[in-house]
Nanobody
Framework: QVQLVESGGGSVQVGGSVRISCAVS????????ITWFRQAPGKEREGVAV???????FYIGSVKGRFSVSRDSAKNTVYLDMNNLQPEDTAVYSC????????????????????WGQGTQVTVSS
């Protein structure tokens, strides 16, 4: 059974940077897709960045150029580096696992995800 554990996050000032991590366990292969979602209070959950099983990546427009998703296969961990953070980036960030997604050109459909992390809070203050 795949398990995801997020870490990192916290509070940062406008323009600051944060790295959050998603540690994957319970999956024997190294080719898998991780998507980062966020949900702000009173708003719907949205996918913001994804790394496919082939290490292709996709970002939504509002984070492109500021966020970067990467993988450390030796540690079975996926990272989301967030730079130039703005108050509208404040949210609970969660990672989601999909074994069947290789190349990504968009945020995969929610129905493909087989496991979710518990979420980590990122708060950006001015």
């Amino acid at each position: 059974q795949v398990q995801l554990v997020e870490s990192g996050g916290g509070s940062v000032q406008v323009g600051g940077s944060v790295r959050i991590s998603c540690a994957v366990s319970g999956y024997r292969w190294q080719s898998y897709c991780i998507t980062w979602f966020r949900q702000a209070p009173g708003k719907e959950r949205e996918g913001v960045a994804v790394i496919g099983g082939d290490d292709s990546t996709f970002y939504i427009g509002s984070v492109k150029g500021r966020f970067s998703v990467s993988r450390d296969s030796a540690k079975n961990t996926v990272y989301l580096d967030m730079n130039n953070l703005q108050p509208e980036d404040t949210a609970v960030y969660s990672c989601a696992f999909a074994s069947s997604v290789l190349n990504v050109r968009n945020i995969p459909p929610v129905g493909l995800f087989e496991a979710w992390g518990q979420g980590t809070q990122v708060t950006v203050s001015s």
